[in-house]
C-alpha cells in the first residue's frame, strides 16, 4: 500500500526553493551580513534613514565591479555581495518605509 504525504497548497507564496541555487551567494550574502553586524551593530541598518546613503554605497560597489575590481579591500568578500547586501537592505527599509 502506498504511504501518503503531506499536502501542501503553495500556490499564493513565494518559491523560496529557488534559494537553494544560489546557495554560495547567500553564504557570502550572509558573510557581508555578519561583518557589518559586528561593524555597527546587530540591528543598525534598521534603523533606516536617508536613501541616498545607501545609493552611495551600492553606487561605490558597483563602479568597483565595472572596473574591475571583484573583491572589496576591507572585507575580503566581493563587491557584488556588498552590493547585494545594500540593493537588498534599501528593498527592506522601502517595505518597511523607513526611508527618506
Keep these: 500500500m502506498k504511504e501518503e504525504t503531506m499536502k501542501r497548497d ?3 507564496k513565494p518559491p523560496m526553493e529557488y534559494l537553494g541555487d544560489i546557495k554560495e551567494a547567500l553564504e557570502e ?7 557589518g553586524t559586528k561593524k555597527y551593530g546587530r540591528a543598525n ?13 551600492l553606487g561605490r560597489h558597483f563602479l ?3 572596473s574591475g575590481e571583484t573583491v572589496d579591500e576591507e572585507s575580503g568578500y566581493s563587491h557584488a555581495a ?3 547586501w545594500n ?11 523607513k526611508l527618506k
Excluded: I, P, T
Design 10 to 12: 503553495n500556490s499564493d
Design 82 to 84: 556588498h552590493l547585494a
Design 45 to 57: 541598518w534598521k534603523k533606516g534613514g536617508d536613501r541616498s546613503m545607501l545609493m552611495g554605497c
Design 64 to 66: 568597483k565591479l565595472a
Design 87 to 97: 540593493a537588498l537592505a534599501y528593498m527592506q527599509l522601502e517595505h518597511e518605509g
Design 29 to 35: 550574502l550572509c558573510r557581508v551580513f555578519d561583518m
